[in-house]
């Protein structure tokens, strides 16, 4: 869409803004060595071959004739090319050198600059710019001694000297190749930030995606193995005395582990192929009645006040998962049997969860700690809310969450 975009708008191209195709095939910040450029180098050898022979029947009269010593210059000069990407402050001497002593020799004007041109190009794109400066500057100095003083003592012998406006000439054909060379190095420069870029964001976007998929799996896992831990106490512990309560919990234990499962395994289909659908719907406050008869089979009664609104889907999710996560952690780490979840939404911007207990912690770690708070607080911040959590003043704990009914992302997608 963009490139029909820019191409009906008269703009420049899609590759003059993001870089040539055959740039952007390595943005996975990988190092390459460079290739050695065969198929231009000796389309650039023919062609300086090839014109020097046809500009030299022009110029019998005036200049000398090529020789095998022209032919090796003219080969060197363009054969350099080939390491221009390895070498490219050596090559771009080489070749004015060899153009230089081409033309100190008499023999005729041509395509020769050709090779000079390209030997300066590349090494100003590769940042060896005050390397071509000077290599180009050698060129031009050593013709115009060539020209205006040392013609006297050079092929051809009756060689008068060269006009000045001929030297203006050079001087603004060389003005313009730097140009060139400068305007491509900018190119090539903000080419390169831009695919540095877009590298950074692809990984920024891989870790938050590992972040949300390691949050998922901590939250399905945790709630669903504490009731497993619970359920399986209680078996243990009437066994022998009741075996039909014992029965009871295995039966809760079997039937959590297959859910634990089938979360599971939705939680890592987004590990499949991209775009492809989900295979379940992703949980939200509608499944909080079965969030209460799960925490009820873990000894764990829920008191609900208050009716869930209409969400999004991430902020439904992320609300059922913190809900998820802190009933575990009454669960886990409090001697409470007695949980109160409130839901609150009358300002109509905000959705208020709060999750009390009552009773005293079991351990050291009072309320939760590590992963489990660490993602409420994640999912709340990746949607513009809060999360509280901390000992109540008259005992128990508190884990209070204000999440916006609306996320900042979807707000901006309607402005």
């Not at 390895?86 to 230089?100: E, H, I, L, M, Q």
């Not at 497993?228 to 919990?249: F, M």
């Not at 039966?251 to 499949?272: F, M, N, P, W, Y």
């Not at 799960?294 to 829920?302: E, I, M, Y």
Request: proline content about 6%; hydrophobic content about 45%; some cysteine.
């Amino acid at each position: 869409m963009d490139e029909q975009q820019v191409r009906r708008g008269g703009g420049p191209p899609v590759w003059w803004r993001h870089g040539p195709p055959w740039r952007n095939r390595w943005e996975d910040g990988e190092e390459h060595a460079p290739r050695w450029p065969w198929r231009s180098t000796v389309l650039i050898t023919v062609f300086v071959l090839a014109g020097s022979n046809f500009a030299a029947r022009g110029q019998l009269d005036d200049r000398e004739e090529l020789d095998l010593f022209a032919r090796v210059l003219l080969f060197v000069a363009s054969g350099l090319l080939l390491w221009r990407r390895r070498y490219p402050v050596a090559v771009a001497f080489g070749t004015s050198v060899a153009a230089t002593v081409y033309l100190g020799a008499g023999y005729p004007y041509g395509p020769v600059f050709l090779a000079v041109a390209v030997a300066c190009f590349n090494a100003i794109v590769m940042g060896h710019r005050k390397a071509a400066w000077t290599a180009v500057g050698v060129f031009w100095v050593g013709h115009a001694l060539v020209a205006h003083w040392l013609y006297q003592w050079l092929p051809p012998s009756d060689d008068p000297a060269a006009p000045w406006g001929q030297e203006g000439v050079i001087a603004a054909w060389v003005a313009a190749i730097l140009a060139v060379s400068e305007l491509a190095k900018t190119r090539r420069e903000q080419w390169a930030r831009e695919r540095a870029e877009r590298v950074q964001a692809a990984r920024r976007r891989a870790d938050e995606e590992r972040l949300r998929i390691a949050r998922e799996l901590h939250d399905v896992l945790a709630h669903s193995i504490s009731v497993i831990n619970v359920q399986a106490g209680v078996g243990l512990a009437l066994l022998d005395t009741d075996p039909e309560q014992a029965r009871s919990a295995l039966t809760t234990i079997k039937a959590k582990s297959k859910e634990a499962l089938g979360e599971v395994r939705q939680v890592l289909d987004t590990l499949r192929t991209p775009g492809d659908a989900p295979r379940a719907p992703v949980p939200g406050l509608d499944r909080l009645p079965e969030l209460v008869r799960q925490a009820a089979s873990a000894g764990l009664t829920v008191e609900v006040e208050g009716e869930p609104p209409r969400l999004a889907p991430g902020t439904d999710l992320a609300a059922f998962r913190i809900i998820q996560e802190a009933l575990t952690n009454v669960v886990r780490h409090s001697q409470s049997r007695h949980a109160r979840v409130q839901l609150d939404h009358d300002d109509g911007t905000t959705l208020r969860l709060c999750i009390d207990d009552d009773g005293p912690a079991t351990g050291v770690d009072e309320g939760g700690s590590g992963n489990g708070l660490a993602g409420m607080r994640e999912r709340a911040a990746a949607l513009g809310g809060t999360i509280e959590a901390g000992p109540r003043a008259d005992g128990g704990f508190r884990v209070l969450a204000v999440l916006p009914l609306r996320a900042a992302n979807e707000v901006k997608e309607d402005r």
